[in-house]
């Protein structure tokens, strides 16, 4: 199994995210993503969300690949945000499990 921070180095690769960008699809600090990035695994009740968030972001990744990433260059600050945002509540929407119960 590929450890948390090559598939997190893999995933900014990708994306062209800055760790900003990643801090808000991730929703954790800044700080926490730099660390991750520099080799420190999360651990305790954080790591299941960090795992599960990152996750989320690979499989954005494989199904939108080609609509979504990487991240235009010619966005400004703030319009990044707004694409980062869009981006990450986009793969919540598609990677939700369905609320509906199944007949029978």
């Known amino acids: 199994m590929v450890d948390f921070t090559t598939r997190l180095k893999k995933c900014v690769t990708i994306t062209g995210m800055t760790v900003s960008d990643m801090a808000r699809f991730l929703r954790v600090p800044r700080a926490t993503v730099n660390t991750w990035l520099l080799g420190r ?7 299941k969300y960090a795992e599960e968030r990152l996750t989320l972001l690979e499989k954005s990744i494989k199904d939108r ?15 990044r945000v707004n694409y980062v945002q869009g981006m990450r509540d986009d793969a919540e929407r598609h990677n939700r499990v369905s609320n509906m119960r199944a007949a029978g």
């Open 65 to 79: 690949a080609a609509t979504h990433y990487p991240i235009p260059d010619v966005l400004s600050w703030r319009d």
């Open 41 to 47: 695994v999360p651990y305790g009740p954080k790591a």
